[in-house]
């Protein structure tokens, strides 16, 4: 199977490079218009065929590869070291994305798969499709050659001496979210290949219009979900398996798969001013171009052992393969730029400081700042190191005071956007929408402050991160007060015009303007999410070695030890206290909670399995974390975890909005049809069927 | 002007209660422990911050610990605590740069860049405005209130009921 899954592999690099080359040759021949023997349309179509028959290529590797783990081929020295005989099932399948030459091949099956959906819907338009898809090759091309030469997923054992059983898959990775998050965050990264090779293929075809932007709106708002969700999957693994207490740790590949996820937004928010009014285009290119290409430096960081990490598994030496392609996609970029740029002269200029394309604008610079922020935090060790020839180090600490406050300010532009009006806002307009808002920031700033004051803990002017607290929920407050009073005032409209309940007429609302309302949702989402994160700043813990019938307090509750107990498997061994949880003296769970410590028999390696029971208050959080060296008892360690929960429903809210913003608004005579022609109540003013037009 | 003396003095208390109240914080032994425990990382390679390292039986932390309650109770000021801890373990220590020489890059250059973006932007959009006449204030300039309100009350309305984003 290991020669079948490489020369499938070898298959499909030629095909990425007969689509690329053929696909390059037609469109150059089309360009110049010249005569030649052969049909450059037919060339053109036989690259798009190549393209799709490079897909079963790598879905027949990836085939190879997961018959490979099933039937624990350990000639292979890939599943030699990421699986063993006693692994249980799903994580097979996680073993194939644990390790870098698995890793790598999952990429390039989710760039085939992308590449496939987009050569078959080549009739939206032949000829951008055709460039797209001579781009989207060359990127496959790259990943093609990385799985071919630099890390070949099949290559045979060391030695050539095959083992009885494999290594085991790593312990931290044996968990149920590491099954979805890999495929979901390289569904995001490999996902902003697509717009990318859109622009790019746009603008050397000086294609007309902003119906590339269409085409790839919903491809880059999908891949913008996936990418959030792979990264809130990496925050709740880190939660549940690290044990530490906390979802996020400002890893650099952390930074790295958030960097993309930043330049993305903004680049969601910005081409809605290309689409509306013709302006930003040159920056529009640019932030999807810098999207890509932070996707590809992120793999450059965390696998050229570049900046250290807790990824450490994914080091190597590929990573003068990515410095390479790197610099030549930034040279192409740079050199179409040139090329074409006049080809980008905006059609209409910013009106006034005080407008919603100005909010976009201030959007986009916040957005791109905190991106900078980040990299320059993670960079700054490498060029410390450089300058002084000492390492500098740059924790969480450095982050919460840098990106935090910018986080804080991005919340407030998320508030105010939605409430100034395109080309310029009156200060009467102004006055009525930020009124609503500005009392529930106040009245939250004001009780807040007396409920910290008075409670015995951290005041907001003594502990920066309660200040930061405070912040975040009163600007919550604001910016949920705009969302909802702006849902509240479309409805208002509708329900006034038609008649219906307010429920039909929200429904009517969100439907006329799926993705002005999805939008909104998203934003709500992520006040939620905003507030989860707020709730760090309250978080305490208490830990002590625990005997039987010991009692561990905090906050309200109280955690009798019932019995440590040892178990083993094939898999591992574990050793666990049961913990009896009552809240004010009475009893809260009907289990008991059961904190671990596995080790796992391939390689010995310890994992933590954290008993969380969560709440929307709180998370009760409690981790086993050894046996104590001087009594031999097991010390336990119990977190109380204010809102984390929270950051889970706003992520469901952000996906959900997001989807909502993907169904297609009802067309323009369906929301006439719904709504019945009155006569205007301003003289002089249209009827209200005549404004009423599609959303997308 | 006694106004004027009143608010100024008023001001100059309140300030003086700020730094006291800050001040004292600070020279709380309990809460310098927890602010000092949270500039340093463990140096056992767990890269957690040297009063979170979770790691039962981890031999640095507890060690850093005690150096740390020692500095404190030797009435070291925070400065030299952090002085010492940096020549025994290195700069690696620290858990952010410090505000001295190239470290100081660290935290100055984010928020130059984000405030040279922002008032680039603030400028670059004042410029086009200066260009082109704003349409909120055409109305205004007619000379007729009513009518500057109807349109506002009409781009209001379009905004609602047609704008998608």
Same mark, same amino acid.
């Given at each position: 199977?290991?020669?079948?899954?490489?020369?499938?592999?070898?298959?499909?690099?030629?095909?990425?490079?007969?689509?690329?080359?053929?696909?390059?040759?037609?469109?150059?021949?089309?360009?110049?218009?010249?005569?030649?023997?052969?049909?450059?349309?037919?060339?053109?179509?036989?690259?798009?065929?190549?393209?799709?028959?490079?897909?079963?290529?790598?879905?027949?590797?990836?085939?190879?590869?997961?018959?490979?783990?099933?039937?624990?081929?350990?000639?292979?020295?890939?599943?030699?070291?990421?699986?063993?005989?006693?692994?249980?099932?799903?994580?097979?399948?996680?073993?194939?994305?644990?390790?870098?030459?698995?890793?790598?091949?999952?990429?390039?099956?989710?760039?085939?798969?992308?590449?496939?959906?987009?050569?078959?819907?080549?009739?939206?338009?032949?000829?951008?499709?055709?460039?797209?898809?001579?781009?989207?090759?060359?990127?496959?091309?790259?990943?093609?050659?990385?799985?071919?030469?630099?890390?070949?997923?099949?290559?045979?054992?060391?030695?050539?001496?095959?083992?009885?059983?494999?290594?085991?898959?790593?312990?931290?990775?044996?968990?149920?979210?590491?099954?979805?998050?890999?495929?979901?965050?390289?569904?995001? &990264?490999?996902?902003?290949?697509?717009?990318?090779?859109?622009?790019?293929?746009?603008?050397?075809?000086? &294609?007309?219009?902003?119906?590339?932007?269409?085409?790839?709106?919903?491809?880059?708002?999908?891949?913008?979900?996936?990418?959030?969700?792979?990264?809130?999957?990496?925050?709740?693994?880190? &939660?549940?398996?690290?044990?530490?207490?906390?979802?996020?740790?400002?890893?650099?590949?952390?930074?790295?798969?958030?960097?993309?996820?930043?330049?993305?937004?903004?680049?969601?928010?910005?081409?809605?001013?290309?689409?509306?009014?013709?302006?930003?285009?040159?920056?529009?290119?640019?932030?999807?171009?810098?999207?890509?290409?932070?996707?590809?430096?992120?793999?450059?960081?965390?696998?050229?052992?570049?900046?250290?990490?807790?990824?450490?598994?994914?080091?190597?030496?590929?990573?003068?393969?990515?410095?390479?392609?790197? =610099?030549?996609?930034?040279?192409?970029?740079?050199?179409?730029?040139?090329?074409?740029?006049?080809?980008?002269?905006?059609?209409?200029?910013?009106?006034?400081?005080?407008?919603?394309?100005?909010?976009?604008?201030?959007?986009?610079?916040?957005?791109?700042?905190?991106?900078?922020?980040?990299?320059?935090?993670?960079?700054?060790?490498?060029?410390?190191?450089?300058?002084?020839?000492?390492?500098? $180090?740059?924790?969480?600490?450095?982050?919460?005071?840098?990106?935090?406050?910018?986080?804080?300010?991005?919340?407030?532009?998320?508030?105010?956007?939605?409430?100034?009006?395109?080309?310029?806002?009156?200060?009467?307009?102004?006055?009525?929408?930020?009124?609503?808002?500005?009392?529930?920031?106040?009245?939250?700033?004001?009780?807040?402050?007396?409920?910290?004051?008075?409670?015995?803990?951290?005041?907001?002017?003594?502990?920066?991160?309660?200040?930061?607290?405070?912040?975040?929920?009163?600007?919550?407050?604001?910016?949920?007060?705009?969302?909802?009073?702006?849902?509240?005032?479309?409805?208002?409209?509708?329900?006034?015009?038609?008649?219906?309940?307010?429920?039909?007429?929200?429904?009517?609302?969100?439907?006329?303007?799926?993705?002005?309302?999805?939008?909104?949702?998203?934003?709500?989402?992520?006040?939620?999410?905003?507030?989860?994160?707020?709730?760090?700043?309250?978080?305490?813990?208490?830990?002590?070695?625990?005997?039987?019938?010991?009692?561990?307090?905090?906050?309200?509750?109280?955690?009798?030890?019932?019995?440590?107990?040892?178990?083993?498997?094939?898999?591992?061994?574990?050793?666990?206290?049961?913990?009896?949880?009552?809240?004010?003296?009475?009893?809260?769970?009907?289990?008991?909670?059961?904190?671990?410590?596995?080790?796992?028999?391939?390689?010995?390696?310890?994992?933590?399995?954290?008993?969380?029971?969560?709440?929307?208050?709180?998370?009760?959080?409690?981790?086993?974390?050894?046996?104590?060296?001087?009594?031999?008892?097991?010390?336990?360690?119990?977190?109380?975890?204010?809102?984390?929960?929270?950051?889970?429903?706003?992520?469901?809210?952000?996906?959900?909005?997001?989807?909502?913003?993907?169904?297609?608004?009802?067309?323009?005579?369906?929301?006439?049809? $719904?709504?019945?022609?009155?006569?205007?109540?301003?003289?002089?003013?249209?009827?209200?069927?005549?404004?009423?037009?599609?959303?997308? | 002007?006694?106004?004027?003396?009143?608010?100024?003095?008023?001001?100059?208390?309140?300030?003086?209660?700020?730094?006291?109240?800050?001040?004292?914080?600070?020279?709380?032994?309990?809460?310098?422990?927890?602010?000092?425990?949270?500039?340093?990382?463990?140096?056992?390679?767990?890269?957690?911050?040297?009063?979170?390292?979770?790691?039962?039986?981890?031999?640095?932390?507890?060690?850093?610990?005690?150096?740390?309650?020692?500095?404190?109770?030797?009435?070291?000021?925070?400065?030299?605590?952090?002085?010492?801890?940096?020549?025994?373990?290195?700069?690696?220590?620290?858990?952010?740069?410090?505000?001295?020489?190239?470290?100081?890059?660290?935290?100055?250059?984010?928020?130059? =860049?984000?405030?040279?973006?922002?008032?680039?932007?603030?400028?670059?959009?004042?410029?086009?405005?200066?260009?082109?006449?704003?349409?909120?204030?055409?109305?205004?300039?007619?000379?007729?209130?009513?009518?500057?309100?109807?349109?506002?009350?009409?781009?209001?309305?379009?905004?609602?009921?047609?704008?998608?984003?």
């Amino acid at each position: 199977m290991a020669a079948f899954g490489s020369f499938a592999l070898l298959i499909a690099l030629l095909l990425a490079a007969y689509n690329f080359l053929a696909g390059a040759t037609a469109l150059r021949l089309i360009a110049v218009g010249k005569p030649s023997r052969y049909s450059p349309e037919r060339m053109a179509e036989s690259a798009r065929r190549a393209g799709i028959a490079g897909f079963f290529a790598v879905c027949a590797a990836a085939f190879a590869m997961i018959w490979s783990v099933f039937h624990n081929d350990f000639s292979i020295e890939y599943i030699v070291e990421h699986s063993n005989i006693a692994l249980p099932t799903p994580y097979k399948f996680a073993a194939m994305w644990s390790g870098q030459e698995g890793s790598l091949l999952l990429w390039v099956v989710l760039l085939s798969t992308y590449g496939l959906v987009l050569r078959l819907r080549h009739k939206t338009d032949v000829k951008l499709h055709a460039y797209a898809g001579t781009i989207l090759a060359a990127i496959q091309v790259f990943f093609l050659l990385l799985v071919n030469i630099a890390t070949q997923p099949f290559a045979g054992v060391r030695g050539g001496i095959v083992p009885a059983d494999g290594n085991g898959l790593n312990p931290l990775l044996q968990y149920p979210e590491m099954v979805i998050h890999p495929p979901m965050l390289y569904l995001g &990264y490999v996902g902003f290949a697509i717009p990318f090779a859109f622009a790019l293929g746009a603008l050397m075809m000086r &294609y007309p219009g902003e119906k590339w932007i269409h085409i790839t709106r919903r491809w880059t708002m999908l891949t913008w979900m996936f990418l959030t969700i792979g990264i809130f999957l990496g925050m709740h693994w880190a &939660y549940a398996v690290l044990g530490w207490g906390g979802y996020w740790g400002w890893d650099p590949v952390e930074i790295a798969s958030l960097m993309p996820w930043l330049t993305g937004t903004a680049f969601l928010h910005s081409v809605m001013m290309q689409e509306k009014r013709g302006m930003m285009k040159s920056w529009n290119v640019w932030l999807i171009f810098t999207t890509f290409m932070l996707t590809i430096l992120g793999t450059l960081l965390t696998r050229a052992g570049l900046v250290s990490s807790v990824h450490a598994f994914a080091q190597s030496s590929i990573g003068p393969w990515f410095v390479w392609f790197l =610099v030549l996609t930034m040279a192409v970029c740079l050199f179409t730029y040139i090329l074409q740029r006049d080809h980008l002269k905006t059609e209409h200029r910013l009106e006034s400081l005080v407008s919603r394309e100005s909010s976009f604008l201030f959007n986009n610079v916040v957005l791109l700042a905190a991106c900078f922020a980040l990299l320059w935090g993670t960079l700054f060790p490498v060029l410390s190191e450089y300058v002084q020839g000492t390492k500098t $180090t740059l924790s969480g600490a450095y982050y919460v005071h840098v990106a935090v406050p910018i986080g804080i300010f991005l919340l407030l532009l998320t508030g105010v956007g939605p409430l100034l009006a395109w080309r310029a806002s009156s200060f009467r307009s102004l006055r009525k929408n930020f009124i609503l808002p500005g009392i529930a920031f106040l009245v939250t700033a004001i009780v807040l402050t007396i409920v910290l004051a008075n409670g015995g803990g951290s005041k907001p002017w003594e502990d920066e991160g309660v200040f930061y607290s405070l912040m975040t929920f009163s600007l919550s407050a604001a910016v949920a007060t705009a969302i909802a009073s702006e849902f509240l005032r479309g409805a208002g409209v509708i329900h006034r015009q038609t008649g219906k309940n307010f429920l039909s007429s929200m429904v009517l609302l969100v439907r006329r303007s799926t993705r002005r309302y999805g939008g909104y949702l998203v934003h709500f989402g992520l006040v939620v999410i905003f507030i989860g994160f707020a709730g760090y700043a309250f978080n305490r813990s208490v830990e002590m070695p625990m005997n039987v019938g010991d009692t561990l307090n905090i906050g309200p509750y109280s955690l009798k030890n019932l019995g440590n107990t040892q178990e083993s498997n094939a898999n591992y061994d574990t050793e666990f206290s049961l913990l009896q949880v009552s809240e004010n003296g009475k009893k809260l769970l009907e289990e008991p909670m059961a904190p671990e410590k596995r080790v796992y028999a391939s390689n010995g390696q310890p994992q933590t399995i954290v008993a969380n029971h969560s709440m929307m208050r709180w998370d009760l959080y409690v981790v086993y974390e050894g046996r104590s060296t001087e009594t031999g008892l097991p010390i336990i360690k119990a977190f109380l975890n204010p809102l984390v929960m929270w950051i889970w429903v706003g992520l469901g809210i952000v996906v959900f909005g997001t989807l909502i913003a993907q169904i297609p608004s009802i067309q323009p005579h369906r929301a006439a049809a $719904t709504v019945p022609a009155k006569a205007p109540s301003i003289p002089g003013a249209a009827p209200a069927t005549s404004m009423a037009r599609s959303g997308d | 002007m006694p106004t004027r003396n009143f608010l100024s003095r008023l001001a100059q208390s309140l300030l003086v209660v700020a730094i006291v109240a800050i001040t004292l914080g600070a020279t709380d032994p309990e809460s310098r422990f927890n602010d000092l425990g949270h500039k340093m990382i463990c140096q056992c390679s767990c890269s957690q911050v040297m009063l979170e390292c979770n790691h039962v039986g981890c031999p640095v932390s507890p060690v850093m610990r005690s150096e740390l309650s020692d500095g404190i109770s030797r009435g070291m000021n925070d400065s030299l605590i952090l002085q010492s801890f940096v020549q025994k373990y290195g700069a690696v220590v620290l858990a952010a740069p410090t505000t001295q020489g190239f470290d100081l890059l660290a935290w100055i250059m984010p928020f130059a =860049v984000a405030f040279a973006g922002l008032l680039g932007t603030v400028l670059l959009v004042r410029h086009w405005a200066k260009q082109q006449p704003s349409l909120a204030t055409q109305a205004a300039r007619s000379g007729n209130p009513a009518q500057a309100r109807f349109e506002d009350d009409m781009r209001e309305r379009i905004r609602r009921e047609t704008e998608t984003e």
